[in-house]
T-cell receptor, first 110, second 113 residues
Framework: AQRVTQPEKLLSVFKGAPVELKCNYS??????LFWYVQYSRQRLQLLLR??SRESIKGFTADLNKGETSFHLKKPFAQEEDSAMYYC????????????FGSGTRLLVRP | GAGVSQTPSNKVTEKGKYVELRCDPI?????LYWYRQSLGQGPEFLIY????????DSGLPNDRFFAVRPEGSVSTLKIQRTERGDSAVYLC???????????FGPGTRLTVL
Protein backbone atom coordinates (compact mmCIF):
# COMPACT_ATOMS: atom_id res chain seq x y z
CA ALA A 1 0.00 0.00 0.00
CA GLN A 2 1.13 3.53 -0.69
CA ARG A 3 1.36 5.49 2.50
CA VAL A 4 3.06 8.53 3.98
CA THR A 5 3.67 8.72 7.70
CA GLN A 6 4.50 11.84 9.66
CA PRO A 7 4.93 10.63 13.24
CA GLU A 8 4.84 14.00 14.96
CA LYS A 9 1.65 16.03 15.11
CA LEU A 10 3.44 18.95 16.73
CA LEU A 11 7.06 20.03 16.84
CA SER A 12 7.98 22.98 19.01
CA VAL A 13 11.43 24.57 18.85
CA PHE A 14 13.04 27.85 19.80
CA LYS A 15 14.15 30.38 17.22
CA GLY A 16 17.62 29.56 15.97
CA ALA A 17 17.38 25.87 16.85
CA PRO A 18 17.71 23.15 14.18
CA VAL A 19 14.53 21.60 12.86
CA GLU A 20 13.86 18.14 11.46
CA LEU A 21 10.36 17.17 10.38
CA LYS A 22 10.13 13.44 9.86
CA CYS A 23 8.51 11.72 6.91
CA ASN A 24 8.51 8.01 6.09
CA TYR A 25 6.83 6.47 3.11
CA SER A 26 5.78 3.06 1.94
CA UNK A 27 5.85 2.45 -1.80
CA UNK A 28 7.27 -0.38 -3.90
CA UNK A 29 9.34 1.63 -6.30
CA UNK A 30 10.80 5.10 -6.58
CA UNK A 31 8.12 7.70 -6.00
CA UNK A 32 8.44 11.40 -6.39
CA LEU A 33 8.40 13.12 -3.00
CA PHE A 34 7.30 16.58 -1.94
CA TRP A 35 6.96 18.84 1.04
CA TYR A 36 3.96 21.18 1.13
CA VAL A 37 3.47 24.00 3.63
CA GLN A 38 0.39 25.84 4.84
CA TYR A 39 0.97 29.10 6.71
CA SER A 40 -1.78 30.48 8.91
CA ARG A 41 -4.79 31.61 6.85
CA GLN A 42 -3.02 30.80 3.59
CA ARG A 43 -3.49 28.05 1.07
CA LEU A 44 -1.44 24.92 0.73
CA GLN A 45 1.68 25.51 -1.35
CA LEU A 46 4.63 23.51 -2.58
CA LEU A 47 7.79 24.00 -0.55
CA LEU A 48 10.12 21.62 -2.35
CA ARG A 49 10.29 18.44 -4.39
CA UNK A 50 13.11 15.95 -4.23
CA UNK A 51 13.90 15.87 -7.94
CA SER A 52 14.73 19.57 -8.00
CA ARG A 53 17.26 19.21 -5.16
CA GLU A 54 16.72 22.84 -4.24
CA SER A 55 16.96 24.57 -0.91
CA ILE A 56 13.88 26.71 -0.35
CA LYS A 57 13.75 29.20 2.54
CA GLY A 58 16.73 27.37 4.02
CA PHE A 59 14.93 24.01 4.04
CA THR A 60 16.37 20.87 2.48
CA ALA A 61 15.14 17.31 2.25
CA ASP A 62 17.12 14.23 1.29
CA LEU A 63 15.55 11.09 -0.05
CA ASN A 64 16.87 8.02 1.76
CA LYS A 65 15.66 5.01 -0.20
CA GLY A 66 17.13 2.53 2.27
CA GLU A 67 15.14 3.98 5.16
CA THR A 68 12.26 5.12 2.89
CA SER A 69 12.44 8.55 4.46
CA PHE A 70 12.31 12.13 3.24
CA HIS A 71 12.91 14.23 6.32
CA LEU A 72 12.76 18.03 6.08
CA LYS A 73 15.56 19.94 7.74
CA LYS A 74 16.58 23.48 8.49
CA PRO A 75 19.67 24.40 10.51
CA PHE A 76 18.27 27.54 12.16
CA ALA A 77 14.51 27.90 12.58
CA GLN A 78 12.83 31.29 12.22
CA GLU A 79 9.52 32.39 13.73
CA GLU A 80 8.06 32.78 10.24
CA ASP A 81 8.62 29.06 9.65
CA SER A 82 5.72 28.32 11.99
CA ALA A 83 3.18 26.50 9.83
CA MET A 84 1.64 23.14 9.01
CA TYR A 85 3.94 20.91 6.95
CA TYR A 86 2.76 17.99 4.83
CA CYS A 87 4.91 15.36 3.20
CA UNK A 88 3.48 13.83 0.03
CA UNK A 89 4.36 11.21 -2.54
CA UNK A 90 3.37 10.83 -6.15
CA UNK A 91 3.36 7.27 -7.55
CA UNK A 92 5.24 6.78 -10.79
CA UNK A 93 2.27 5.12 -12.50
CA UNK A 94 -0.16 7.88 -11.50
CA UNK A 95 2.02 10.93 -11.17
CA UNK A 96 -0.95 13.29 -11.02
CA UNK A 97 -1.98 11.89 -7.65
CA UNK A 98 -0.56 13.28 -4.43
CA UNK A 99 -0.73 11.04 -1.35
CA PHE A 100 -0.30 13.15 1.77
CA GLY A 101 0.75 12.44 5.30
CA SER A 102 -1.31 13.76 8.18
CA GLY A 103 0.95 16.75 8.69
CA THR A 104 3.18 18.19 11.40
CA ARG A 105 2.58 21.56 12.98
CA LEU A 106 5.86 23.40 13.49
CA LEU A 107 5.84 26.06 16.17
CA VAL A 108 8.93 28.25 16.41
CA ARG A 109 9.01 30.17 19.65
CA PRO A 110 10.92 33.43 20.15
CA GLY B 1 -2.22 36.73 -11.52
CA ALA B 2 -5.29 35.16 -9.98
CA GLY B 3 -4.86 31.81 -8.32
CA VAL B 4 -7.30 28.94 -8.02
CA SER B 5 -10.58 30.11 -6.54
CA GLN B 6 -13.31 28.08 -4.87
CA THR B 7 -16.86 28.97 -3.96
CA PRO B 8 -18.44 29.02 -1.52
CA SER B 9 -15.77 29.32 1.13
CA ASN B 10 -18.15 27.79 3.67
CA LYS B 11 -21.23 25.66 3.19
CA VAL B 12 -23.52 24.44 5.93
CA THR B 13 -26.20 21.98 4.94
CA GLU B 14 -28.49 19.41 6.46
CA LYS B 15 -28.12 15.68 6.21
CA GLY B 16 -29.74 14.38 3.06
CA LYS B 17 -29.40 17.60 1.05
CA TYR B 18 -27.60 18.07 -2.26
CA VAL B 19 -24.58 20.41 -2.54
CA GLU B 20 -22.41 21.76 -5.32
CA LEU B 21 -18.90 23.06 -4.82
CA ARG B 22 -17.24 25.12 -7.52
CA CYS B 23 -13.60 25.43 -8.57
CA ASP B 24 -12.12 28.03 -10.95
CA PRO B 25 -8.63 26.91 -11.95
CA ILE B 26 -5.79 29.13 -13.07
CA UNK B 27 -6.42 30.21 -16.65
CA UNK B 28 -4.77 27.87 -19.14
CA UNK B 29 -4.26 25.02 -16.71
CA UNK B 30 -5.32 21.78 -18.36
CA UNK B 31 -5.21 19.55 -15.29
CA LEU B 32 -7.57 19.91 -12.35
CA TYR B 33 -7.75 17.93 -9.11
CA TRP B 34 -10.12 17.60 -6.17
CA TYR B 35 -8.98 16.55 -2.71
CA ARG B 36 -10.82 16.18 0.58
CA GLN B 37 -9.24 17.05 3.91
CA SER B 38 -10.86 15.76 7.07
CA LEU B 39 -10.01 17.25 10.45
CA GLY B 40 -6.50 16.35 11.56
CA GLN B 41 -5.65 14.63 8.30
CA GLY B 42 -3.78 15.49 5.14
CA PRO B 43 -5.61 16.03 1.85
CA GLU B 44 -6.95 12.86 0.22
CA PHE B 45 -7.16 12.54 -3.57
CA LEU B 46 -10.66 12.36 -5.04
CA ILE B 47 -10.53 12.91 -8.81
CA TYR B 48 -8.30 14.21 -11.60
CA UNK B 49 -9.43 15.90 -14.82
CA UNK B 50 -7.36 16.27 -17.95
CA UNK B 51 -9.27 18.76 -20.04
CA UNK B 52 -12.96 17.91 -19.91
CA UNK B 53 -12.61 14.26 -19.02
CA UNK B 54 -12.20 12.61 -15.64
CA UNK B 55 -8.96 10.68 -16.13
CA UNK B 56 -9.06 9.10 -12.67
CA ASP B 57 -12.04 9.17 -10.31
CA SER B 58 -10.82 6.31 -8.13
CA GLY B 59 -10.73 8.49 -5.03
CA LEU B 60 -14.43 9.33 -5.00
CA PRO B 61 -15.74 7.56 -1.89
CA ASN B 62 -19.05 6.35 -3.36
CA ASP B 63 -21.64 7.08 -6.03
CA ARG B 64 -23.08 10.03 -4.10
CA PHE B 65 -20.05 11.98 -5.28
CA PHE B 66 -19.73 13.22 -8.84
CA ALA B 67 -17.65 15.89 -10.55
CA VAL B 68 -17.79 17.58 -13.92
CA ARG B 69 -15.67 19.92 -15.97
CA PRO B 70 -17.76 20.45 -19.11
CA GLU B 71 -15.68 23.09 -20.87
CA GLY B 72 -12.27 22.14 -19.58
CA SER B 73 -12.07 25.04 -17.16
CA VAL B 74 -14.46 25.41 -14.21
CA SER B 75 -15.25 22.25 -12.30
CA THR B 76 -18.13 21.39 -9.99
CA LEU B 77 -18.05 18.71 -7.31
CA LYS B 78 -21.55 17.44 -6.58
CA ILE B 79 -22.57 15.53 -3.49
CA GLN B 80 -26.00 13.93 -3.24
CA ARG B 81 -27.79 12.90 -0.05
CA THR B 82 -25.09 14.41 2.14
CA GLU B 83 -24.08 12.61 5.32
CA ARG B 84 -22.41 13.95 8.46
CA GLY B 85 -19.26 12.07 7.49
CA ASP B 86 -18.96 14.22 4.36
CA SER B 87 -18.04 17.20 6.55
CA ALA B 88 -14.53 18.26 5.53
CA VAL B 89 -12.58 20.88 3.62
CA TYR B 90 -12.76 20.22 -0.10
CA LEU B 91 -9.66 21.43 -1.93
CA CYS B 92 -9.25 22.04 -5.62
CA UNK B 93 -5.90 22.31 -7.39
CA UNK B 94 -4.81 22.91 -10.96
CA UNK B 95 -1.59 22.54 -12.92
CA UNK B 96 -0.48 23.68 -16.36
CA UNK B 97 0.06 20.08 -17.35
CA UNK B 98 -0.02 16.93 -15.27
CA UNK B 99 3.74 16.94 -14.72
CA UNK B 100 3.79 20.50 -13.39
CA UNK B 101 3.30 21.86 -9.89
CA UNK B 102 -0.23 21.69 -8.48
CA UNK B 103 -1.55 25.03 -7.21
CA PHE B 104 -4.20 24.78 -4.54
CA GLY B 105 -7.28 26.84 -3.90
CA PRO B 106 -8.37 28.05 -0.46
CA GLY B 107 -10.88 25.24 -0.07
CA THR B 108 -14.58 24.98 0.72
CA ARG B 109 -15.42 23.99 4.27
CA LEU B 110 -18.50 21.76 4.14
CA THR B 111 -20.44 21.11 7.32
CA VAL B 112 -23.29 18.62 7.27
CA LEU B 113 -25.58 18.94 10.30
Amino acid sequence: AQRVTQPEKLLSVFKGAPVELKCNYSYSGSPELFWYVQYSRQRLQLLLRHISRESIKGFTADLNKGETSFHLKKPFAQEEDSAMYYCALSPLDSSYKLIFGSGTRLLVRP
Amino acid sequence: GAGVSQTPSNKVTEKGKYVELRCDPISGHTALYWYRQSLGQGPEFLIYFQGTGAADDSGLPNDRFFAVRPEGSVSTLKIQRTERGDSAVYLCASSLRVENEQFFGPGTRLTVL
